[in-house]
């Protein structure tokens, strides 16, 4: 089948359906290369991607610069958002007894609920009546440079914490595509400047560990959601008092911003089904340190922590109980000393260094002589060197 066997199909009625679908957001371009591709390539060149080897495989970089190493007869790409805003009180955020999770993650998993419905996008409406058509369906997993696109459809700008913003809907929003053989009737077009910050730098100058090194340059090797969740292995030591009491994420950058202001609530009636219970947002720190594999699964299936599973989630936890300093944590992280996962003993022993207390002492010394792993070693060394 040629592609001029293919019918044009309606913008119009892509665009509806998808609003049905429960989409709060939906643009159609053609499938052209991301209008920021040369500032993915500078930025993988400078080794910002940290241990995501996956964001510089050759593969990936090729399928990033052109749509057709994904979809070969690829012509147009539809592009959608939707909404995942909820409210919990900043005073319980910030509850330094409590490990804060990014607001994204307070509700049901956002791939499982978007795939299946752009999913039912393109059987409704690409294959409705005909033939079948090839096509793909991404909802941030494929090696699409999604930001960049959704600013060609007119879904916002690119602020400097190089997130997507839409002005009159901040950028508490999920993106997903569709890329399709087909070609619309209509298409749209960036709506908004590239960039609509202005003078503005309260993203860059809010950022716990500093990881902006330029306006609409992000090191992930510095960012919070980068570290206690991408990254798999030891935290590096000087961020670690940066990174306050976030366990999964961080809504910093996003959270300052101006145009956070007309960003919608969710409704009831959401895909997402946010949950905005103080425990879903930030739940006791006491109570992620002594989960077990069995507790972490049952209390996180179907959300998005579950796939960053229980070591890196106890690991983030310790070091928030670090932060914390609190003596009542002395009981749970002198447990973790003799955890199975030596990224979890390493990173308890470093919160105890952190709490100053005979107890915490004791702990640390006792471990001193036993620890097999060198890692840990090192972090229980400096640990006690740490105390006075």
């Known amino acids: 089948m040629t592609h001029a066997a293919y019918p044009l199909l309606s913008a119009t009625q892509v665009k509806q359906t998808a609003r049905e679908l429960g989409f709060n957001l939906v643009g159609i371009i053609r499938a052209e290369p991301s209008p920021f591709l040369d500032a993915y390539e500078r930025w993988i060149a400078?080794?910002?991607?940290?241990?995501?080897?996956?964001?510089?495989?050759?593969?990936?970089?090729?399928?990033?610069?052109?749509?057709?190493?994904?979809?070969?007869?690829?012509?147009?790409?539809?592009?959608?958002?939707?909404?995942?805003?909820?409210?919990?009180?900043?005073?319980?955020?910030?509850?330094?007894?409590?490990?804060?999770?990014?607001?994204?993650?307070?509700?049901?998993?956002?791939?499982?609920?978007?795939l299946p419905r752009l999913e039912a996008l393109a059987q409704s409406t690409i294959q409705a009546d005909r033939a079948a058509v090839p096509y793909r369906a991404y909802v941030d997993t494929g090696a699409i440079l999604e930001r960049g696109h959704a600013f060609a459809a007119g879904l916002g700008f690119i602020g400097k914490n190089t997130m997507l913003i839409h002005p009159r809907r901040g950028s508490y929003f999920f993106l997903g595509e569709v890329l399709t053989e087909h070609e619309f009737d209509l298409y749209d077009a960036p709506a908004f400047p590239a960039t609509m910050c202005g003078s503005c730098t309260r993203c860059l100058r809010a950022c716990p560990t500093d990881a902006f090194p330029a306006p609409h340059v992000l090191d992930a090797r510095r960012c919070i959601s980068y570290l206690t969740i991408e990254h798999k292995g030891w935290i590096e030591r000087d961020l670690r008092p940066m990174m306050g009491n976030w366990v999964f994420g961080c809504d910093v950058c996003q959270a300052v911003c101006p145009f956070q202001r007309f960003a919608p609530e969710v409704s009831d009636v959401s895909p997402l089904r946010m949950d905005a219970h103080a425990d879903r947002a930030a739940p006791h720190l006491l109570d992620l340190l002594a989960l077990d594999d069995a507790r972490f699964a049952t209390r996180f299936a179907g959300t998005p922590?579950?796939?960053?599973?229980?070591?890196?989630?106890?690991?983030?936890?310790?070091?928030?109980?670090g932060n914390?300093?609190?003596?009542?944590?002395?009981?749970?992280?002198?447990?973790?000393?003799?955890?199975?996962?030596?990224?979890?003993?390493?990173?308890?022993?470093?919160?105890?260094?952190?709490?100053?207390?005979?107890?915490a002492r004791a702990a640390l010394v006792d471990k001193q002589a036993n620890e097999p792993d060198e890692q840990v070693r090192i972090e229980i060394d400096l640990a006690l060197a740490s105390h006075p």
């Open 46 to 114: 400078a080794g910002m991607h940290g241990s995501m080897g996956y964001m510089a495989r050759p593969d990936r970089v090729a399928r990033r610069r052109d749509l057709k190493a994904i979809l070969p007869g690829v012509r147009s790409l539809i592009v959608v958002g939707l909404d995942y805003r909820v409210h919990v009180p900043d005073a319980l955020l910030a509850d330094p007894s409590r490990g804060r999770i990014a607001s994204y993650a307070w509700g049901l998993d956002y791939h499982s609920q978007m």
């Open 305 to 321: 922590i579950a796939r960053i599973k229980r070591e890196r989630l106890v690991r983030n936890a310790c070091v928030a109980a």
């Open 324 to 359: 914390w300093g609190a003596p009542e944590v002395v009981p749970h992280l002198s447990h973790l000393l003799a955890d199975p996962s030596p990224l979890v003993r390493g990173h308890a022993g470093w919160a105890l260094g952190r709490i100053h207390t005979q107890a």
